[in-house]
């Protein structure tokens, strides 16, 4: 019945003439996690939708099937190419992941902002500028789209920041909400026609956006014409007939806890007309009837495409997107051929993506180490520093009975304390990041349930351990049955599980090298809690996560790495965070390094100065030691093929080409939302209004580590001849001749920003308005062109009028190489003040 009913094509308007009253009302609300309601009995499937943005998860976070992982979340990392081009065919790399696993509907790209450095989800936005921003956001929706796979673009507005997300209010100015926020999602509308929006959990100056008219109804579908579906996001439907009204078309995930009965009882009270659930059932359909064009067979098996034609491009990506931020006396490239080391806390550690529903389990992940070592298996290796923010996976270190990496888990239906408790399953663990959302089996009806895993330990260094639990639920852990790790009877709130769980309770046991121990961990899910937090009944079963590790003693490790810096003529040092640092579920606390990396780094850079600083982030870090590092790499995280595209930049295959996204301010202090960076009694005020980033930066003169913009490369480009084509009221053609004037081949990126002259009120000193990335040979000059909309390029919004606003004025064309260095200077005119609407 399903794989037929997804072969014939519906007719919309026929099928919601035919529909009754429940089927419609079915149709606003998810089934589950990640699918559509059917109607079978009208030819209308069940959709599967799956995230996105850096990869597709696929419908399982209780052992899933692995998928390619772009870097950094469609994020930073992606944005840092500033190659439309690349950036689209990533768009459609996940297109046909979407497919093998199933999906129709791609929940992707993220498309926010990064007000402050601190965003858990920074590293999933692209970028602090909404031109860019909403450049790489089209790129890649009409790359996933041009697969027909529908995108999702995310999450549609001013969800900013992870602190309190469900609750808090974004205070935002309406110029600041039109220049900054919601212009990645107007560009993309403009450009890229997304097939859905996904609202976002916040609030926007006092409503919640998923039941907000004024932004679902008139902004994103009347002004801007979207035509497309817009859905809640999980968990996000706080209203019955509000949401409706407003234009929310689907609520996700199901089964509904705020639709279905409700909705009758609202239709009842006369709060929602039957034309109000037919304007929203029609949505879905029309997103059911073009996703019928896919062809995918309904609760399609999940496959993967694990090619070298998918490593290939994975590995460009990455590399494209690294940013040389500094290399003194051309330090870089390192020579394969002489002694090297490679040390530090990201090196052996693949810090693929950041964390939250943007996290997948990669087909495999290419650390640093093994990156570098592919290319120079002479280089040694030294931790310096632990880099991490809880331990380490226990799995990468224990066996199961049968010998397989990992542990057993057994799941029972009774309490430890009942005698003889019969387990109902049995399952191999490989991972101890064990999620239980969506683990099922006929014989578990509830959400409540115990489990048992074991697994067997064999270290090969005698010395303390440290074992790590964190659990949405309670647990324990023993070691040849001795607790060594209890978090049950006095647990402790923590950030683990999206915010909903404990904290990381470490026990410490001395264990020998050579003996094999007993791992015994006991389980019970996430309503034997002590404690509630909000959101928890969101992950229903909870999960747990387990650790281990030698425990390290900070001074001993910066030791082990001087010394071996000291032995070899060129150190890498990676350093960074990672998915626990940068996640969903909340903000960073600081900009710093984990603790130890600096001074590691500090120590390193004293015993060898031949050493290049290679750090894995999303956003910005503090760079302390900045003036003492002569080279710099930023590798945001480089998803399956990271470690490789750090080699190829490190020895030079690959001549650096990508540029910040974000400006990197010195200290998160000088950052405009500072301030006002929290959730305060449910509020968020975005004070520092339309100066985010660079263009707070540039009008206050403050001194930044690097602007936005920056990135070296190992060749010289000089940049010249610039002219500036204004003969009509629609375009401006700037053009510039790029010359390669270094030894080597490399691509440059071309910046356009604007200046409006005499402004009649405060504006940023400039905004990125166009740019163009271009590969010039050695020796030779390639002439670029970048064409402006002449009412994008000129225009600020206009509160009194409630429009846009182009005033007459000269503007000022700046072009160069970032927000702080735009030596060519054009102009053009507008010669008459005019307002518009729309796109
Ligand atoms: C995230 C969305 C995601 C959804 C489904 C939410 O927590 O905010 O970006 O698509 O979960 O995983």
Known sequence: ???????????????????????????????????????????????????GPNGVRGTRTFLGVPAACLPCGTGTGLAATWDVDLIRQGGALQGHEAIAKGASVLLGPTTNMQRSPLGGRGFESFSEDPVLAGAMSAATVNGIQSTGVQATIKHYVANDQEDQRQAVDSIVTERALRE?????????????????????????????????????????????????????????????????????????????????????????????????????????????????????????????????????????????????????????????????????????????????????????????????????????????APGWKSLPLMTRMTKTKDGKDGLTMKVFLDPPSVKNRKPVDEVYIPISDVQLTDYK????????????????????????????????????????????????????????????????????????????????VTFGTCPTMTFTNPGSNDYESGGLTLGLERKIELPNEIERAVKLAKEVDQVVLCAGLNKYWESEGY??????????????????????????????????????????????????????EGGN?????????????????????????????????????HRAVYGEDVYIGYRFYEKSKKEVAF????????????????????????????????????????SQVVQAYV?????????????????????????SSERVKIVLSKKYAASFWDEARDAWTMEKDTYDVLV??????TPLKGHFKVHKTSWWRGL
């Open 816 to 821: 160069g190489n970032s927000s702080a260095s």
């Open 587 to 640: 903000d960073r606390e600081h900009m710093d390094l984990p603790p130890g990396s600096d001074d590691l780094i500090k120590a390193v850079l004293a015993a060898n100065p031949n050493t290049a600083i290679v750090i894995q982030s999303g956003t910005p870090i503090t760079l302390p030691w900045l003036k003492e590092a002569p080279a710099l790499v930023q590798a945001f995280y480089g998803g399956n």
């Open 1 to 51: 019945m399903g794989s037929m009913s997804m072969r014939t094509k519906i007719d919309v308007e026929h099928v919601l003439s035919k529909l009754n009253l429940t089927e419609k009302i079915d149709l606003l609300s998810g089934i589950d996690f990640w699918h559509t309601a059917p109607v079978h009995r009208l030819g209308v499937p069940s959709i599967r939708l799956s995230d």
């Open 707 to 746: 602007p936005f913009g920056h990135g070296l490369s190992y060749t010289t480009f000089d940049t010249k001849d610039l002219d500036v084509q204004d003969d009509n009221d629609d375009d401006i053609v700037i053009s510039a001749t790029v010359s390669n004037t270094g030894k080597i081949d490399g």
């Open 441 to 520: 089996h006929p014989d578990v009806q509830t959400h409540v349930y115990w489990l048992e895993l074991d697994g067997t330990f064999t270290p090969s260094e005698t010395s303390e351990y440290e074992i790590g639990l964190a659990v949405s639920g309670t647990g324990k852990v023993y070691v040849n049955g001795e607790c060594v790790v209890d978090n049950e009877t006095n647990q402790r709130r923590g950030d683990s599980f999206a915010g909903t769980g404990t904290v990381e309770e470490i026990g410490v046991l001395k264990m020998d090298a050579g003996t094999t121990y007993d791992i015994h």
């Open 180 to 384: 900054i926020y919601l212009m990645p999602f107007m560009i993309a509308q403009r450009d890229a026609k997304p097939d859905c929006f996904m609202t976002a959990y916040n609030k926007v100056n006092g409503l919640h956006v998923s039941e907000t008219p004024r932004l679902i109804q008139d902004v994103l579908r009347k002004e801007w014409g979207f035509d497309g579906m817009v859905m809640s996001d999980w968990f996000g439907t706080y209203s019955t007939s509000e949401a409706i009204k407003a234009g929310l078309d689907l609520e996700m995930p199901g089964p509904t806890y705020i639709r279905g009965s409700l909705v009758n009882q609202a239709l009842t009270c006369g709060k929602l007309e039957e034309h109000d659930i037919d304007e929203r059932a029609r949505e879905v359909l029309k997103m059911v009837r073009k996703a019928q064009d896919l062809g995918l067979q309904e609760n399609a098996p999940e496959e993967t495409v694990d090619t070298p034609e998918t490593a290939a491009q994975l590995r460009e990506l990455a590399r494209e997107g690294i940013v040389l931020l500094k290399n003194e006396n051309d330090m870089l490239p390192f020579d394969k051929e002489k002694s090297i080391a490679v040390i530090g806390p990201n090196a052996a550690d693949a810090a693929y993506c950041g964390g939250g529903s943007a996290s997948l389990l990669p087909y495999y992940a290419v650390t640093p180490l093994k990156g570098l070592q592919a290319q120079a298996p002479h280089a040694k290796y030294a931790l310096g």
């Open 755 to 779: 200046s409006q002259r005499s402004p009649s009120l405060n504006r940023p000193k400039k905004e990125l308005k166009g740019f163009t990335k271009v590969f010039v040979k050695s020796g």
């Open 645 to 681: 595209a750090i080699a190829d930049v490190v020895f030079g295959n690959t001549n650096p080409s990508g540029k910040l996204p974000l400006s990197f301010p010195l200290r998160n202090e000088d950052n405009p939302a500072f301030l006002n960076y929290k959730s305060e009694r």
